[in-house]
C-alpha cells in the first residue's frame, strides 16, 4: 500500500525513481563486486587508507599538549599498535581477494569477526577494547571515505535516477547530485530558503525538505514519487498515482511550453514602464537557461559557488578565468559578480569561519569574513576588475551591516585598483558598485548606503531571516517565515524610496523576487530591477505584462499595515486577481 508524507516542497517539478539512503554522518558499507584488474586498484586504495589512517594518528600524537597526562599518548600509542596488527593490516586485503568486494565492506567484515570475538568474553576490561578497536576500523574507515569523497564517479553511477534520502545536504552535495543525473532529493531538515533548496529550484531538481524521520520510514531500492511543488512523498505509488505524477510532469512541460512563447517578448508592464528582469546564478549551467529565456543579465552571481564545488579556495586566475567566460556566454548583458558569500549554510574546510559559531548565520560571514582575511578577499577583487576589461561587470557586497564596514570595504577596493594601476592592469574605472540590503539596520539606514554606492539590491532571503529572528536553514521555525510581514515590507519599501531618493537603481535579488504571486505587489511598492532563477523569469514577465502599475500602487501600501493572515490573502488574491 502507499505510504503518504509530508515535508515542505521547494522546487516545483514532480519526480518519480527508486530510493537511496545517503547517511552522510555515518560510515555506509555496501557491498559492491570488484573484479579483474580493478581488484589491485581496491587494494591499493585499502593500503592508502591504511597508511593515511595512520599518518593521522601519528599527527595527533604530535600535537597532545606536553602537560597532557601519560593516559592520552598511551592511548594512541595503542591505536597505533593496533593498526600495525595483521588484523588491520592484511586481514581486510585478503578479504578483498577472497570475496572480490570494495575495500569498505571487507573492512566490515573483519570488523564484525573481530567484535564477535570480543562479545563471546565477558570481563569488562576486554569490553573497553572492543571500544578501541571499532575506534580504529573508524578511523581506516573514515580514510576510505575521505578518498571516496574524489571518487564521484561511482556516486555517479550509483545516484543516476534516484531519489536521495538525506538527513541534510549541503549545496557542495547538491552541486554533486545534479552532475550525477539523481531524480530528486527529499532531507529530514532544512527550509525552502536553505541554499540547498535554492540551488534545487535554480537547478530544478524536484526537491522535498523537513521531512522528519525519512531514513525511518522509507527504504533503499522502494519506489518513491516526490512533489516538489506541494511537498507531497509517496513510496510505492499504485499505478493510479503512477499515472497521475506522469501527468503532473506532462501538464508542467505544457505550461512551459506555453510560456517560453514569452521568451523575446518585451519585459514592459501593459502600462508601458520596463521593468528589467535579471537572472541570479549559481553555477555555470544557468547560463543556458538565462540565455535561452532571454534575461537581461545577470543580477546576482553567487561566487562562492566557485569555493563550494571543489571545497577550496580558487585563486586569482580561476576567478578571472570563470568571469571572462561567463562573460562571454553573455554577450554584453551585465554581470553584477557578488563578493564571496561564505559562512552560515555555505562553509569550507580551508575558511574558517572562527571556533564560535553558536549563531553562525550572525557570525564571521559574507563581507565580515572577507574583511577579516583580506587573503581571501584581494585576489577575488583583482579578478573581478580584470574581468571589467572584457565586459560590462558590476561588484556587489553582501551582509552590509554598517556604513563604516562598506567603506573600509571600499577602501580595499581602491587599494586594490591603485596598485593594479601602477602595475599595468587595465578595467573599468567606472566599474558600478553595489551593496546588498540583507540585514534589517542596512534597511533602516538604505539612505546612507545609497550615498556611497551606485546600486542596491534587497536580499530577501535574509532581511526575512534577520527581521523576524528565524534561522532560515532551520524548519522548526520555518512556519514563522512570511514575506508579507508589515516589518518585512516595511523595510523592502524604505530601500526602494533610498534608491528613488538617491537616484540610483535598487533591485531585489531574494527568492520573493521570482514568486509572481508577489509580483504585482513589488511593482506596487516602487520596485523596478527583479533578479531570479532564471525558470521564474517567463512567469513573471508574464504577470508584468498584464499589469498597470497605477493600478497596483494603492493596493500595495494597504500590505504595510495589514498583521492579520487572512486579510493578508485576501489583499494579494485581490491584487493578483
Ligand atoms: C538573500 O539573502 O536574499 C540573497 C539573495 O542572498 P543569499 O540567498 O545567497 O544569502
Ligand atoms: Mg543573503
Not at 577579516?372 to 565586459?391: C, E, M, T
Not at 558598485?433 to 548606503?449: R, Y
Not at 556611497?452 to 534561522?471: E, R, V, W
Amino acid at each position: 500500500m502507499a505510504l503518504m508524507l509530508n515535508g515542505m516542497g521547494v522546487s516545483r517539478g514532480v519526480s518519480i525513481g527508486d530510493v537511496f539512503i545517503l547517511r552522510r554522518n555515518q560510515h555506509e558499507y555496501i557491498e559492491q563486486k570488484i573484479s579483474g584488474k580493478d581488484l589491485s586498484k581496491e587494494i591499493k586504495r585499502y593500503k592508502t587508507a591504511h597508511s593515511n589512517a595512520k599518518k593521522q594518528l601519528r599527527k595527533i600524537r604530535k600535537e597532545i599538549p606536553k602537560e597532557s597526562p601519560d593516559d592520552v599518548s598511551s592511548f594512541i600509542e595503542t591505536h597505533l599498535l593496533m593498526l600495525d596488527d595483521a588484523m588491520m593490516a592484511s586481514s581486510p586485503i585478503e578479504l578483498i581477494k577472497q570475496n572480490q568486494c570494495n575495500a569498505e565492506w571487507a573492512l566490515k567484515l573483519q570488523r564484525d569477526a573481530i567484535v564477535k570475538v570480543f562479545d563471546s568474553m565477558d570481563d569488562p576490561y576486554i569490553a573497553t577494547r572492543q571500544d578501541d578497536v571499532k575506534h580504529v576500523f573508524n578511523h581506516i574507515m573514515d580514510a576510505l571515505v575521505s578518498s571516496e569523497k574524489t571518487r564521484t564517479t561511482d556516486k555517479k553511477t550509483q545516484w543516476k535516477d534516484r531519489i536521495i534520502i538525506a538527513d541534510d545536504l549541503t549545496p557542495a552535495d547538491t552541486m554533486i547530485m545534479q552532475h550525477s543525473g539523481v531524480a530528486g532529493f527529499v532531507t529530514e531538515m532544512g527550509g525552502p530558503l536553505s541554499h540547498t533548496a535554492i540551488l534545487a529550484r535554480s537547478l530544478d531538481l524536484p526537491a522535498v525538505v523537513g521531512l522528519h524521520d525519512a531514513r525511518l520510514f522509507l527504504k533503499a531500492g522502494e519506489t518513491l514519487a516526490i512533489d516538489g511543488k506541494n511537498g507531497l512523498v509517496i513510496a510505492e505509488p499504485d499505478e493510479t498515482l503512477i499515472e497521475h505524477f506522469h501527468k503532473r510532469q506532462r501538464d508542467l512541460r505544457r505550461k512551459a511550453k506555453e510560456l517560453s512563447k514569452l521568451n523575446d517578448a518585451k519585459s514592459r508592464a501593459k502600462s508601458g514602464e520596463k521593468i528589467t528582469l535579471l537572472a541570479n546564478m549559481e553555477v555555470e549551467e544557468d547560463l543556458k537557461h538565462l540565455r535561452k529565456v532571454k534575461a537581461s543579465g545577470v543580477g546576482l552571481y553567487r561566487t562562492e559557488f566557485l569555493y563550494l564545488q571543489d571545497n577550496k579556495i580558487p585563486d586569482e586566475e580561476e576567478h578571472y578565468k570563470t568571469y571572462t567566460r561567463v562573460l562571454r556566454a553573455l554577450r554584453g548583458a551585465p554581470l553584477t559578480i557578488r563578493t564571496v558569500d561564505l559562512g552560515a549554510d555555505k562553509e569550507i574546510d580551508a575558511v574558517n569561519s572562527g571556533p564560535v559559531a553558536h549563531n553562525p548565520a550572525m557570525g564571521l560571514r559574507g563581507i565580515r569574513l572577507c574583511l577579516n582575511d583580506p587573503s581571501i578577499f584581494v585576489p577575488q577583487l583583482r579578478a573581478i576588475l580584470r574581468a571589467s576589461a572584457k565586459g560590462p561587470v558590476k561588484i556587489m557586497f553582501p551582509m552590509l551591516s554598517t556604513v563604516p564596514e562598506l567603506l573600509q570595504a571600499k577602501h580595499l577596493l581602491e587599494t586594490t585598483k591603485e596598485s593594479m594601476r601602477i602595475n599595468g592592469y587595465k578595467f573599468d574605472e567606472k566599474i558600478p558598485l553595489g551593496g546588498m540590503i540583507e540585514v534589517p539596520a542596512a534597511a533602516i539606514s538604505a539612505s546612507h548606503f545609497a550615498e556611497h554606492l551606485d546600486f542596491l539590491s534587497i536580499g530577501t532571503n535574509d532581511l526575512i531571516q534577520y527581521t523576524l529572528a528565524i534561522d532560515r536553514v532551520d524548519d522548526q521555525v520555518n512556519y514563522l517565515y512570511d514575506p508579507l510581514n508589515p516589518a518585512v515590507l516595511s523595510l523592502i519599501k524604505m530601500v526602494i524610496d533610498a534608491g528613488v531618493k538617491h537616484k540610483i537603481p535598487v533591485t531585489m535579488c531574494g527568492e520573493m523576487a521570482g514568486n509572481p504571486n508577489y509580483t504585482r505587489l513589488l511593482l506596487g511598492l516602487g520596485l523596478r530591477e527583479f533578479s531570479m532563477p532564471p525558470n521564474s523569469i517567463l512567469e513573471v514577465k508574464n504577470i508584468l505584462r498584464q499589469t498597470r502599475l497605477s493600478t497596483v500602487r494603492r493596493p500595495a501600501l494597504s500590505f504595510l499595515h495589514c498583521t492579520d493572515k487572512e486579510k493578508q490573502s485576501a489583499l494579494l488574491e485581490k491584487i493578483n486577481s
